[in-house]
């Protein structure tokens, strides 16, 4: 398995390296297509040298080449070919990454405001579920000035912290005395939990929780909506036992936790890996660099039954790590001799599951001829068409199969669990409202004017994951009775982001 993750994340990495300083680079000149054939002819060099130059050269590039990149397979050898497709899926894949990272920007001005007001006002202007718990008293008087200018969510929220007195709740170090006798190299079982529903979704935020205290300032990068920070370790509690490796190894190697935070209603799902790049000590000298952390379905541990309200189900996995949808912390094996107290910089990147934003996944043109058409869908799956029928008055109705892209493989593993209610029936929890399923599978004229769906039957042809589901759906047309000219699936799509990361002024424990 960790293997099977080591080959993607190698031509991953080498696109990364080029990529930590794009975020302040301006939008790229349009790039002259000679250029670009000049260097596609180099990728075919004989010399290892010119083409890894080449290479690098078109990824710098970046969205100004993939043109040429797309059409660089036709006539070109086999190496030009394998290599311009790798580009092309780089290139796009930072792309996406930076696009499902955008920030929230957020303005926050307060004079002499209180504090629990402030946090009303901050929920509300953001939009997310943001509260304050715990003993309050310490807040009945305190007040918060604070002009931030327009910052992204989670610089907000530091300062915010920074200001009112508050910490995060949630975001709490991993236990010095916590069992970290974790393999190098693996996640070690990072807890995940799960919701499925069936037809599909994001997590159930949890919301963000302030506690009165004293906030402290840490080593911090800001990745758009994903927040890199390192955690201080925590005071061994007394009299407890010592149980796995201790923090600093007597080969001198030492243990650093990486707290990863995403901005609330981004769609992140599951952590997938976190990769060292590069690590300097505080004199500047490079460090060897530590095997990459990879969060595996198969080294999630026990699986936790949980029951929720309205039939979602849910499946934790429990290990050495921590995480929640709020929160996920990374213990990182350095190779760091005990007399290095601090580090310059920690370079590096992390790969995670999210959910995109409602998007067109697969549209059929010229519906009332497409019967017995399966066309594929962005990302995998894909939508047949099994029957078409249009009456004298216009009403159209359809039967058509949406096959679901895969699922993660614990998502898998989670609905094949076959939790039962009462009267042993499996839990279906496909829709079959019109409110609903009229927002996923859409009916459109040639103007795009829609039809509206007035009638929709469901069956789920594949028990075991629920990924193949057949509708049959009745559309009444607008005003004038016009053709259908297209049937439209959207939804959210699972991807792959990467957030490249620099921290600078580490301490060490």
Not at 34 to 39: D, G, P, S, T, Y
Not at 52 to 73: C, I, N, Q, S, W
Not at 138 to 149: F, P, V, W, Y
Not at 443 to 452: A, R, Y
């Amino acid at each position: 398995m960790v293997k099977r993750f080591l080959a993607p994340l190698a031509v991953i990495a080498l696109g990364l390296c080029l990529a930590y300083a794009e975020e302040t680079k301006p939008a790229p000149a349009k790039t002259d297509p000679a250029a670009v054939a000049k260097l596609l002819d180099q990728l075919g060099s004989d010399r290892y040298e010119d083409r890894e130059a080449a290479f690098k050269a078109l990824d710098a590039l970046g969205p100004t080449a993939l043109e040429g990149l797309r059409t660089a397979p036709k006539g070109r050898d086999e190496e030009t070919r394998r290599r311009a497709v790798e580009l092309v899926l780089l290139i796009e894949r930072r792309q996406e990454s930076a696009q499902l990272t955008q920030p929230k920007l957020v303005h926050l001005v307060y004079t002499d405001t209180p504090v629990t007001q402030a946090v009303q006002d901050l929920a509300r202007k953001t939009g997310f579920q943001i509260q304050i718990e715990g003993d309050q008293t310490k807040l009945a008087n305190r007040k918060i000035t604070l002009d931030t200018g327009e910052i992204p969510f989670w610089q907000a929220v530091d300062q915010f912290c920074l200001k009112a007195g508050l910490v995060e709740r949630g975001s709490l170090v991993i236990p010095e005395n916590a069992n970290q006798n974790v393999p190098e190299g693996r996640m070690g079982g990072l807890r995940k939990r799960i919701e499925i529903n069936g037809f599909g979704g994001p997590r159930p935020e949890t919301p963000l929780v302030f506690l009165e205290g004293k906030h402290q300032a840490l080593p911090t990068y800001y990745g758009g909506a994903v927040r890199v920070r390192v955690l201080p370790r925590a005071t061994p509690t007394a009299n407890a036992p010592q149980n796995g490796t201790p923090v600093n190894e007597n080969d001198g190697g030492q243990l650093l936790t990486i707290e990863l935070s995403p901005e609330p209603k981004m769609g992140w799902q599951n952590v997938l890996s976190v990769r060292i790049e590069k690590v300097l000590d505080e004199q500047g000298n490079e460090l060897k660099v530590p095997l990459p952390y990879l969060c595996e379905p198969s080294n999630y541990g026990d699986l936790e039954q949980v029951w929720a309200m309205g039939g979602i189900r849910e499946v934790s996995f429990d290990g050495a790590g921590q995480s929640s949808n709020r929160y996920t912390q990374v213990p990182i094996r350095l190779h760091a001799a005990k007399d290095v107290k601090r580090l310059k910089e920690v370079h590096g990147f992390v790969a995670a599951e999210v959910l995109t934003p409602m998007q067109p996944l697969i549209t059929v043109e010229d519906i009332l001829n497409a019967s017995d058409k399966t066309v594929p869908g962005k990302g995998g799956g894909s939508l047949k068409v099994s029957e078409v029928k249009r009456d004298d008055k216009g009403q159209v109705t359809l039967q058509v199969v949406v096959e679901k892209p895969a699922a993660p493989q614990a998502e898998v593993m989670a609905a094949q669990m076959r939790i039962r209610w009462g009267g042993g029936m499996p839990v279906q929890a496909q829709p079959n409202d019109v409110n609903v399923i009229g927002k996923t599978l859409s009916l459109v004229d040639e103007k795009g004017q829609e039809f509206k769906l007035i009638a929709v039957e469901n069956k789920v042809l594949d028990s075991e994951t629920g990924g193949a589901v057949e509708y049959r759906l009745t559309f009444q047309p607008p005003a004038g009775a016009p053709k259908p000219a297209k049937l439209g699936y959207t939804g959210q799509r699972q991807t792959t982001i990467d957030v490249p990361f620099v921290l600078k002024d580490v301490p060490l424990p």
